[in-house]
């Protein structure tokens, strides 16, 4: 599953490319880890790339590290899986076994070495939240829907995870050609060049306990097949968002739970129960 989360798209641009020393006499490039578990699922993604002065242009394949040893593996000693390099997507790293499934509740330890003459030794460690399940929803799969402001706006609540730091409600639009949702920010009818999410997390940071929440009708954005999902989030995910919102994308002195490196390696567990609905004007 790609890292296809808006808010996370944007962390990674400010990431690799307003490293907090860029502008220094002294600055030394490090190496950016942009990667997540989710529960259930193979490995899918871990970008490994360098960062960049912010005066210097940011060339994505340029920056992307190749060759590397990338390990994750298990704290028991029954997990271990060696990624192996995409040269079609600059930086990342996948598993080929779609049999090594990563489990709730086991934490696993990601080692990453590059190769001389800059050889640098990055790792991390992150536990996969328990697994949970939606419990009621005013809204249900297969239910078609008026978008409607003025209506009453609709409510989810969910089942207790382990582990976790923080609940992630999330919205995708299945429908690639889905007609966008009018609304009155100029941006979102006018700009053509408005990048369209493929998912949007309208909740960062819901306290571990809170175990509901509402879907304002402002985070629809389009019309057609929608999918509502929420997600039980580790510490390492949550804590890198969460400081992203709070300092409005400035990195100076964030927690990047990493040795070695800057950016983030967490893990997540999707709720059994998730749904889609078809939105109509």
Request: contains cysteine.
């Amino acid at each position: 599953m790609k890292l296809n989360l808006l808010i996370l798209s944007v962390a990674t641009f400010f990431l690799v490319s307003c490293e907090e020393s860029s502008l220094n006499a002294d600055y030394q490039k490090e190496v950016v880890v942009n990667g997540y578990l989710e529960e259930g699922r193979s490995i899918d993604t871990i970008k490994v790339q360098w960062t960049s002065q912010l005066d210097k242009e940011y060339i994505v394949a340029n920056q992307a590290i190749v060759g590397a040893t990338v390990i994750v593996k298990s704290s028991d000693g029954n997990f271990i899986d060696t990624l192996v390099y995409d040269p079609t997507n600059p930086g990342r790293y996948y598993s080929t076994d779609s049999n090594k499934k990563i489990k709730a509740n086991q934490t696993y330890e990601l080692y990453i070495k590059t190769l001389a003459p800059d050889i640098r030794i990055v790792t991390g460690i992150t536990t996969v939240p328990d697994t949970f399940s939606m419990a009621a929803s005013t809204l249900h799969g297969g239910d078609t829907v008026q978008y409607n402001t003025l209506a009453p706006v609709n409510s989810f609540t969910w089942t207790n995870s382990n582990n976790q730091a923080t609940y992630l409600p999330t919205v995708t639009s299945l429908d690639i050609n889905a007609a966008m949702i009018p609304k009155f920010f100029i941006r979102d009818t006018l700009n053509k060049n408005f990048r369209r999410p493929e998912k949007i997390g309208y909740r960062i940071g819901l306290p571990k306990e809170q175990q509901h929440t509402e879907l304002p009708w402002i985070f629809l954005n389009y019309f057609g097949n929608t999918r509502f999902d929420v997600y039980a989030v580790d510490f390492n995910y949550s804590d890198f968002l969460n400081q992203i919102v709070a300092q409005g994308g400035e990195l100076k002195e964030t927690r990047y739970n990493l040795k070695g490196g800057i950016g983030v390696f967490g893990s997540q567990t999707k709720a059994k129960g998730g749904f889609t609905i078809y939105l109509k004007p």
